[in-house]
């Protein structure tokens, strides 16, 4: 019985590596089974001729003669077209009215058979049937620098996105944008919003996407901020002062990589237009009534 005991405790290490290499197999046929779709996204793809197509008609339809019409790959990308028809039909670079372009050429291919052409340079590429040449695709191939803007643009979209909700939380969104009323530039980023607090007597500068060093070149107007009794403004970037440089009422500050805010300090900002036109407006508005309940003149001359 011990003996027994003693056999089955040595054939366990045994059983547990088993179990070890089965687990091991697994995470690997999981990794190849997962891989080719993680990274197989326009490496390839295939092309089918439309049944039929051999006979005018499939031109017009919303899959077209080759299904799909065009398809998207990245450089050093393969094209494969299958001949699904019963009949022979070419892939041909070039177009109808213009004729072949040289690119490739798979002659005549045969009902049942395919043919596949590899991509090695960016560009969109035309092909015909020869034979049947109502028959037209494209094949559009994408180049590295292009991925590349692609994601910048996403970033960007993010990082805009990112910023609004920043505004939001902060209240910024209600503040009227004067950047229309100012001359303003900047050498890293882009500016969003520029808005006045005449709690403060503040302009606001908002900037986002400004990943390098830069900086802002803004011409300042008496009618929007004043400057101090000397003539000079108060700077922070990103809530910090910061050394700038005046000339009559362009400013010069520079901002590091990173920055979101600059602030302009004065002695008064002046409040949107537009708020003080509407009390104006408002004000006009109820007099004229008032004149003409209390006198009960028509102040609209009659035609």
Known sequence: ???????????????????YSLFVLL??????????????????????????????????TADGCFIPSTVTIDVGGEVIWENADTMSHTITSGTPAEGLDGHFDSSLVMAGSTFSHTFNEAG???????????????????????????????????SEEKHMEGMEQSGMTGMTDLSDQLTATVTSGVIH????????????????????????????????????????????????????EQM????????????????????????????????????AVVSIIAITAKTKTALIPKL
Request: net charge negative; glycine share 8%; proline share 5%.
């Open 27 to 60: 995470a690997v046929f999981s990794i190849i089974a997962i891989t080719p779709s993680a990274f197989a996204d326009h490496v390839a793809a295939t092309v089918t001729n439309a049944p039929g197509s051999s006979i005018p008609g499939c031109e017009v």
């Open 193 to 244: 919003h520029i808005g006045g607090n005449t709690d403060d007597a503040t302009l606001t500068v908002h900037l986002f996407s400004a990943d390098d060093d830069g900086e802002l070149k803004i011409t300042l107007n008496s009618d929007i901020i004043t400057p101090f009794d000397d003539g000079s403004y108060f700077v922070l970037v990103n809530s910090e002062e910061t050394d700038f």
């Open 248 to 283: 009559g009422n362009t400013l010069h500050i520079p901002y590091e990589a990173g920055t979101e805010k600059i602030e302009i300090v004065g002695s008064y900002v002046v409040p949107e237009f537009g708020t003080i036109a509407m009390i104006v407006l408002a004000v």
């Open 124 to 158: 969109t590429f035309d092909y015909f049937c020869m034979v049947h040449p109502w028959m037209v695709g494209s094949v559009v191939v994408s180049g590295e620098e292009e991925h590349m803007e692609e994601k910048h643009m996403e970033g960007m979209e993010q």
């Open 1 to 19: 019985m011990p003996n027994q005991l003693n056999n089955s405790h040595k054939k366990n290490p045994n059983v547990r590596k088993s179990v």
